[in-house]
């Protein structure tokens, strides 16, 4: 199988031409068209010569995961099952915002961390993405926006769907070095954003290989609480966590945001808030209430409205910067791990030819 150019950076991509007696301003002319131009076929890359398309196309594959299933609700939430090349399948949510879009990308087939509020645990740890999984679905979301003729930008880009980011670091890291690549996808740092459920010593890793905007997804004010919805807690304490969070340089003086899953009766009382406030009052962050989107499968349910805004309001009366998320994509199984787990059961039905059609044939589109 031929390696996926994806998989390069510019200075490898250079070399590689070198060697085939290239100039270097050819290699920067390919990677504009795998990133900027998203090409799919190197027949498109019409300012290159066409013995090097065709000697970049005996070497390398420019191929994109399978759209297995795609679900956009009225507001413009689009979420995408993507079937990879081993028959793994991921999945990816392009999400509006007032004037531009966010891309929630997935890290890893699965994940490993446990949390009891996530149906991506459910179906635990398969394999880290590969680089070019990674920007793929970078790729995806801006064809889907060409091609439905959008005119808002995608913007920002979240490592926050399935699997734990900072346990796929090496790829991680030359996915974000890719993607902020002034002569490539040009995202700002402060629009790239990396959550995680609190590898402290990948943390500090992270401080110094590429600072960008942090995400710690806490989900509990307090020790106890968090071990039980979170197994990672049993190695790292909440004071180690907010160690490494001091540490952290803030990309151009912003804040780290600090993502909460409000379940009900679990972790929404006023007690709660009242410790997330003591826990974050003198620091530079942004709480980012998350409304649980309920599964059948999960044995949680989603806080009452009023009980939502009651915890918001406690911790802005501390002088704390506190959002509420938008529950976007209810209608479209758009919780991480939803859309995949109902795409594998499908895939396992008589009906499986008609869905894979309906997709080739853009039906489902």
């Given at each position: 199988?031929?390696?996926?150019?994806?998989?390069?950076?510019?200075?490898?991509?250079?070399?590689?031409?070198?060697?085939?007696?290239?100039?270097?301003?050819?290699?920067?002319?390919?990677?504009?068209?795998?990133?900027?131009?998203?090409?799919?076929?190197?027949?498109?890359?019409?300012?290159?010569?066409?013995?090097?398309?065709?000697?970049?196309?005996?070497?390398?594959?420019?191929?994109?995961?399978?759209?297995?299933?795609?679900?956009?609700?009225?507001?413009?939430?689009?979420?995408?099952?993507?079937?990879?090349?081993?028959?793994?399948?991921?999945?990816?949510?392009?999400?509006?915002?007032?004037?531009?879009?966010?891309?929630?990308?997935?890290?890893?087939?699965?994940?490993?961390?446990?949390?009891?509020?996530?149906?991506?645990?459910?179906?635990?740890?398969?394999?880290?993405?590969?680089?070019?999984?990674?920007?793929?679905?970078?790729?995806?979301?801006?064809?889907?926006?060409?091609?439905?003729?959008?005119?808002?930008?995608?913007?920002?880009?979240?490592?926050?769907?399935?699997?734990?980011?900072?346990?796929?670091?090496?790829?991680?890291?030359?996915?974000?070095?890719?993607?902020?690549?002034?002569?490539?996808?040009?995202?700002?740092?402060?629009?790239?954003?990396?959550?995680?459920?609190?590898?402290?010593?990948?943390?500090?890793?992270?401080?110094?290989?590429?600072?960008?905007?942090?995400?710690?997804?806490?989900?509990?004010?307090?020790?106890?609480?968090?071990?039980?919805?979170?197994?990672?807690?049993?190695?790292?304490?909440?004071?180690?966590?907010i160690q490494a969070l001091k540490a952290f340089p803030?990309?151009?003086?912003?804040?780290?945001?600090?993502?909460?899953?409000?379940?009900?009766?679990?972790?929404?009382?006023?007690?709660?808030?009242?410790?997330?406030?003591?826990?974050?009052?003198?620091?530079?962050?942004?709480?980012?209430?998350?409304?649980?989107?309920?599964?059948?499968?999960?044995?949680?349910?989603?806080?009452?409205?009023?009980?939502?805004?009651?915890?918001?309001?406690?911790?802005?009366?501390?002088?704390?910067?506190?959002?509420?998320?938008?529950?976007?994509?209810?209608?479209?199984?758009?919780?991480?791990?939803?859309?995949r787990r109902r795409v594998i059961e499908k895939v396992?039905?008589?009906?499986?030819?008609?869905?894979?059609?309906?997709?080739?044939?853009?039906?489902?589109?």
């Open positions: 199988m031929k390696p996926n150019l994806r998989n390069f950076d510019l200075e490898e991509i250079r070399n590689f031409l070198k060697d085939l007696g290239e100039p270097s301003y050819r290699g920067d002319q390919v990677y504009h068209w795998i990133t900027c131009k998203a090409a799919l076929t190197f027949e498109e890359m019409t300012n290159l010569p066409k013995n090097l398309r065709k000697e970049l196309d005996k070497h390398f594959s420019l191929s994109l995961p399978e759209i297995m299933e795609l679900q956009a609700d009225e507001e413009g939430t689009t979420k995408f099952a993507l079937k990879l090349e081993d028959g793994e399948i991921i999945e990816t949510v392009l999400i509006p915002e007032r004037d531009h879009f966010t891309l929630c990308v997935s890290t890893q087939v699965g994940c490993a961390m446990g949390c009891t509020f996530c149906l991506t645990a459910k179906s635990g740890f398969k394999r880290n993405l590969e680089v070019y999984e990674i920007i793929s679905q970078v790729i995806i979301a801006k064809r889907y926006l060409k091609e439905k003729g959008v005119e808002l930008p995608l913007r920002n880009i979240v490592f926050m769907g399935m699997g734990e980011p900072l346990a796929n670091y090496k790829n991680l890291i030359k996915a974000l070095k890719i993607l902020e690549d002034k002569r490539g996808f040009n995202f700002s740092r402060k629009r790239l954003t990396v959550s995680t459920a609190g590898l402290v010593e990948k943390i500090y890793e992270l401080a110094k290989d590429f600072p960008t905007a942090l995400a710690l997804s806490l989900h509990a004010p307090n020790d106890e609480l968090r071990k039980k919805l979170m197994p990672v807690a049993k190695k790292y304490s909440l004071k180690d966590l803030r990309v151009k003086n912003g804040r780290h945001t600090i993502e909460y899953v409000l379940i009900k009766d679990v972790n929404d009382s006023l007690i709660h808030a009242e410790e997330l406030a003591r826990l974050f009052k003198k620091l530079p962050v942004k709480i980012n209430l998350i409304p649980f989107n309920p599964h059948p499968e999960l044995p949680y349910e989603r806080p009452e409205e009023e009980k939502i805004l009651a915890f918001q309001k406690h911790l802005l009366s501390h002088g704390i910067l506190t959002t509420v998320r938008k529950s976007k994509g209810l209608k479209i199984s758009a919780a991480c791990g939803q859309l396992l039905t008589p009906d499986t030819c008609d869905l894979k059609t309906a997709v080739r044939t853009g039906a489902v589109l």
